[in-house]
């Protein structure tokens, strides 16, 4: 039995994805699900808005124009309860970092400092005064173009000792493009950083459409990698490219496992047959991974990861986006979403777990954000099964087109937004007592 399939069987651990239109990757869009660090240093806010107070619009994935189709939406009632438990928090959301352009991801320092990805290549942060920092660190190899560029941040779990982080990104320092998972050291102050290697290179790309990439690290210290598949037609169910996959690897970008989990395959490869990885989440108190993904014309997906299977994207000959997401009749043992958006899509992102009791009856549920959407479904989670679904009524249209979720250590939702200029950053806090 492989490291990872036992430690599935012995503990529950999965893998669960979901899925997003296919429409290009433009200014927003949501984010993905990493470990909380120790504490949270809040800064100052620069805006506070409750229920009621929208502003911004939706945004087009490639321009700042939306995506016909792309803005759809699911209504849920609001639960009522006599105890803080049953009850649908009010939430609060303020502006932490702005004039940002398409900040991909959000990940924490165990200080509670936030380092932003800007997908035209640049890395952000608040300074020591609360004041909005470009870290100095050489990204000149970063390519930005279409739904390419500098996408996915993951913090090491070993951040005190090692001060590393991982970046995803679009790289032309092997010539040709590719897309690569790059390691990097922070300087003691927070305003500078160094790279320290490549842990994954080749990585497919084309134009910059369908270029994933999102990161997130398992309980065990080990690094998941959701690529994309380049909109080109053979790389989903070829188990020789890294496109349309979910890569698991150590943090030297090594096979966790040297036999692999797919028999013929890259032993890197964990899961195949995928159109375009944006969300990977942990969730809280089983160890699952779950992954949302963008859909074609139809079907955006959230799914649970098995390693070695397949999930039954095929779009060939001649890249067909009205193929089916999971394509049963070529592939009968291909796994079936845990949830879809049928039509229209809603072309969704990250994804994060709600924690705390301050969520109420949104505690334990899986929040994804969404680009054409503009705003934030929290689904409940019943096992490996979605029970229920809710638009965030404070998100929903209000700052346009949503790309990246994550979670702090006190139980706030850091938001991105993907508009193609004077983006910002959110902090959402939640309160049942009204």
């Known amino acids: 039995m492989k490291a990872f399939t036992a430690l599935v069987a012995a503990s529950g651990f999965a893998l669960v994805l979901a899925g997003c239109s296919g429409q290009p990757d433009g200014p927003a869009g949501p984010a993905s699900s990493q470990a909380a660090p120790a504490t949270t240093n809040v800064p100052t806010p620069k805006t506070t808005e409750t229920a009621g107070e929208t502003a911004g619009g939706a945004a087009g994935e490639t321009g700042t124009t939306p995506a016909a189709g792309d803005d759809a939406t699911t209504d849920g009632a609001a639960t009522q309860g006599p105890s803080a438990s049953d009850a649908v928090p009010v939430l609060s959301v303020e502006v932490v970092m702005d004039g940002l352009d398409i900040p991909w991801d959000v990940q924490l320092l165990p200080d509670g400092t936030p380092l932003v990805t800007e997908r035209p290549g640049r890395l952000v942060t608040l300074g020591a005064d609360g004041g909005q920092v470009e870290v100095d660190v050489d990204l000149s190899e970063v390519v930005a173009d279409g739904e390419g560029g500098l996408m996915g941040l993951a913090i090491s779990p070993g951040f005190e000792q090692d001060r590393t982080f991982f970046l995803c990104h679009a790289s032309d320092a092997g010539g040709a493009t590719d897309v690569r998972v790059t390691r990097w050291t922070l300087t003691d102050d927070g305003l500078g950083a160094s790279a320290d290697g490549v842990v994954v290179e080749g990585m497919p790309y084309t134009t910059g459409r369908h270029s994933g990439c999102r990161l997130i690290f398992t309980p065990d210290g080990d690094l998941l ?210």
């Open 225 to 434: 990698v959701g690529t994309g598949d380049v909109a080109d037609d053979v790389n989903p169910q070829d188990l020789t490219s890294l496109g349309g996959k979910v890569l698991l690897v150590t943090t030297e970008g090594e096979p966790v496992d040297a036999d692999g989990y797919v028999e013929g395959a890259d032993p890197r490869i964990l899961t195949y047959g995928h159109r375009n990885v944006q969300g990977l989440a942990l969730q809280p108190g089983t160890d699952a991974i779950w992954e949302v993904e963008h859909g074609p014309d139809v079907d955006d997906e959230v799914n649970v990861l098995r390693p070695g299977a397949n999930y039954g994207w095929n779009p060939g000959p001649g890249y067909d986006e009205g193929m089916p997401m999971t394509d049963l009749d070529t592939f009968p043992d291909a796994v079936e979403a845990a949830w879809s958006s049928g039509d229209p899509t809603h072309a969704t992102s990250g994804a994060v777990f709600l924690d705390g009791p301050q969520w109420g009856a949104w505690d334990g549920a899986l929040a994804v954000a969404e680009l054409k959407g503009s705003g934030v479904t929290v689904m409940t989670v019943d096992g490996e099964e979605i029970v229920d679904e809710v638009r965030v009524p404070e998100l929903d249209g209000s700052h346009g087109r949503l790309r990246s979720l994550t979670l702090d250590a006190g139980g706030a939702l850091w938001v991105t937004t993907s508009n193609g200029g004077d983006d910002v950053v959110l902090r959402v806090t939640a309160d049942t007592d009204g």
